[in-house]
């Protein structure tokens, strides 16, 4: 299992071959293995094979053409839904139509999405992660027919690597994320030794003369992740969960 996290890697583009049940149930099965809160498990999954319903998420996630091209796209979602329909059935009112509520189902969500990730690397399969989902979360449910009180968190697409042999995305090392004891500030010092070694890669260098900037920064705070973006697109996620996650 070791060797298989540490080998990670984005996978955007898929061979035609199919994922057979067998290891769909597998997937799905570790993401229920997943640690949650009071085991409640408040998250759904929503596995999309249909080309028809592909063809219409694409578009809500920036058009990424892996979407279509996928044998799975799995929608991991916040749901309190099933919970509160099961706490009103045995004659209690829910009580988690609240932002404590969204955080909590949020984070079991991701913890599920990475077991299923992990296990379907295992499998042979390459994953890729979408962060757009929660740009464009009120249309992906209408897409999916989300009900209220479940909240679309992140997508994953899997299927067969076309290139196996992909090389392994740049990561910070482990130093510069990891305190001892209590949390230590970085000084201008540490933040260029931790990052010096990843601006000075060949593709980097490329990627910042392509968009005709000074440096990777300056890509992602003009170009990427702009505030603009980022302002807009947190009051549009922020007013449909309240919107979702206020029960009749």
């Known amino acids: 299992m070791k ?3 540490h080998s990670h890697k984005s996978v955007r583009q898929y061979s035609v071959r199919t994922v057979d049940e067998a290891t769909i149930v597998k997937i799905v099965n570790a993401a229920v293995r997943g640690s949650n809160t009071g085991n409640m498990q408040l998250y759904s999954i929503v596995l999309t094979t249909q080309p028809k319903i592909k063809q219409q998420l694409m578009p809500l996630h920036f058009n990424q053409p892996m979407v279509e091209h ?11 839904n099933r919970f509160s329909h099961w706490c009103k ?10 932002f404590l509520w969204f955080s909590t189902a949020l984070t079991d969500t991701v913890i599920a999405a990475e077991n299923a990730a992990v296990e379907a690397e295992f499998a042979g399969l390459g994953i890729c992660f979408l962060g757009t989902t929660m740009y464009n979360a009120e249309e992906i449910a209408n897409v999916l027919n989300l009900p209220k009180g479940v909240v679309p968190v992140i997508t994953m697409t899997a299927g067969y ?6 090389p392994l995305t740049e990561r910070l090392p482990y130093q510069a994320v990891l305190h001892f004891e209590t949390y230590k500030d970085y000084t201008d010092s540490d933040i260029n030794k931790y990052y010096n070694e990843f601006e000075n890669l060949d593709k980097i260098k490329d ?9 990777l920064a300056e890509v992602f705070t003009q170009k990427r992740y702009t505030k603009t973006d980022g302002d807009l697109f947190s009051k549009k ?9 206020t029960m009749d």
């Open 3 to 5: 060797s298989i996290i």
């Open 70 to 80: 996928a044998p799975l796209v799995m929608t991991f979602c916040a749901d309190i």
């Open 89 to 98: 059935l045995r004659g209690t009112e829910p009580c988690y139509d609240n």
């Open 161 to 166: 690597p076309e290139d196996p042999e992909l």
């Open 207 to 215: 990627i910042v003369k392509q968009n005709k900037l000074n440096n």
């Open 237 to 245: 996620y922020l007013d449909y969960v309240k919107k979702s996650f």
